[in-house]
């Protein structure tokens, strides 16, 4: 099993910056893709960002280029999400996400085979 560990979530203002961690134990894979969704209170849980084994591919959901960048320290088996220029429509859980594998589906929940608890963001108006 994998165990998903998230942290960094918190309260701030709309404009400010957080940067989440997910930090994986147990057992690990070569080459697998680490993801981050997110899920508002009363929607589906949605794709933010994902990243190749060698991070040398990224994706993003629209509503986040430009502003959250995603990254991976495979040394440290954790993956990061620095988030700038927070709006408050980003306020949800996140949740990181392991995919055993390639790169395909990176942006679909049901690809993903491993989940985090989630960490709290709520951005302020």
């Known amino acids: 099993q994998v165990q998903l560990v998230e942290s960094g979530g918190g309260l701030v203002q709309a404009g400010g910056s957080l940067r989440l961690s997910c930090a994986a134990s147990?057992?690990?894979?070569?080459?697998?893709?680490m993801g981050w969704f997110r899920q508002a209170p009363g929607k589906e849980r949605e794709f933010v960002a994902a990243?190749?084994?060698?991070?040398?591919?990224?994706r993003y959901t629209d509503s986040v280029k430009g502003r959250f960048t995603i990254s991976r320290d495979n040394a440290k088996n954790t993956v990061y999400l620095q988030m700038n220029s927070l709006k408050p429509e980003d306020t949800a859980v996140y949740y990181c996400?392991?995919?055993?594998?390639?790169?395909?589906?990176?942006?679909?929940?049901?690809?993903?085979?491993?989940w985090g608890q989630g960490t709290q963001v709520t951005v302020s108006s």
């Open positions: 996400a392991l995919k055993n594998g390639g790169v395909f589906s990176i942006s679909y929940y049901s690809a993903y085979d491993f």
């Open positions: 147990g057992r690990t894979f070569s080459n697998y893709v």
């Open positions: 990243i190749s084994w060698s991070g040398g591919i990224t």
